[in-house]
């Protein structure tokens, strides 16, 4: 078993593809605390050794929680993924201060201080893997604040890289374009909505599909444990959509 022995902390593990990265890591042997906003509907439905922690990403006091946890659950970390995400579907016109303010608390404020709460947690040769997206270098209507906050992320993951070097800790950074979760990664949308997002999603992917939450796991898992000489990098899994791929007509 691959993982026998990494202990790992997952941050938005309950769904889509921390989910997927929370269930490699068990089917492969490793022990890992996952937190969501609500994590019940997993208790007792995880193979292997779960502990799963009710964090809301945009709270300093649950991160401060979860790092007490992790602390005490399982002592040092081999890798920690910070996968905190919310979207909307939100035109300028329409946005509202609390949209944004909660859009850069929970992408961008909620991951700075979760990786400064664990990294004194992870051991020489660990690792950091972020999710950002596929929005965070593109123009895509109705994300401009997600797409801000997510290129936020993407700009402190290297300084972090810079910051953790010195200790053998590497901080990589995943960024996913369209993937099949339930939610498509956005929140209060009508399905009708969802349904015409996914659709320009097929459309306009090269790859002309979108990812499997898996697909976007094996990447995770690969900047954690396989990459040993990368750090401060940015793996795209887009389909193409974000390499400016030209189609023949």
Same mark, same amino acid.
């Given at each position: ?18 989910l997927? +990265? ?15 906003r609500?994590v ?13 922690? &009710? &964090?809301? =990403?945009?709270?300093?006091s ?9 602390a ?7 890798? +920690? ?17 609390? +949209? ?8 961008t404020?909620?991951?700075?201080f %979760? ?11 660990? $690792?950091?893997?972020?999710?950002? $997206?596929?929005?965070?270098?593109a123009?895509i ?13 993407? &700009? ?18 995943? $960024? ?14 009508? $399905?009708? +909505?969802? =349904? ?15 990812? =499997?939450?898996?697909?976007? =796991? %094996? ?13 401060g ?12 791929? %030209?189609l023949?007509?």
């Amino acid at each position: 078993m691959k993982y026998v022995g990494k202990k790992v902390v997952v941050t938005g593990g309950t769904h889509g593809m921390g989910l997927a +990265v929370v269930r490699a890591l068990l089917e492969g042997g490793a022990e890992v605390l996952l937190t969501g906003r609500d994590v019940t509907p997993l208790q007792g439905k995880l193979p292997g050794k779960a502990h799963l922690l &009710s &964090s809301d =990403a945009a709270s300093l006091s649950d991160i401060d929680a979860l790092g007490a946890a992790a602390a005490e659950t399982l002592g040092e970390l081999d890798l +920690v993924f910070v996968n905190v995400g919310f979207a909307t579907l939100t035109p300028y016109e329409v946005a509202t201060p609390e +949209v944004y303010d909660r859009t850069f608390d929970v992408n961008t404020k909620g991951a700075y201080f %979760t990786a400064q709460r664990l990294a004194g947690l992870v051991r020489p040769g660990g $690792s950091f893997v972020f999710t950002t $997206s596929v929005a965070a270098e593109a123009g895509i209507a109705g994300m401009g604040p997600y797409s801000a906050a997510k290129a936020a992320v993407r &700009s402190f993951a290297r300084t972090y890289a810079a910051e953790l070097a010195p200790r053998g800790i590497r901080v990589n950074v995943v $960024s996913p374009g369209y993937t099949d979760t339930p939610t498509m990664g956005v929140t209060g949308v009508p $399905s009708s +909505v969802l =349904a015409a997002f996914k659709a320009t999603g097929d459309e306009v992917t090269p790859l002309k599909r979108h990812a =499997a939450p898996e697909e976007v =796991a %094996t990447a995770v898992l690969f900047l954690a444990f396989d990459a040993t000489f990368t750090t401060g990098a940015d793996l795209p899994v887009d389909g193409g959509l974000g390499q400016r791929l %030209t189609l023949p007509a």
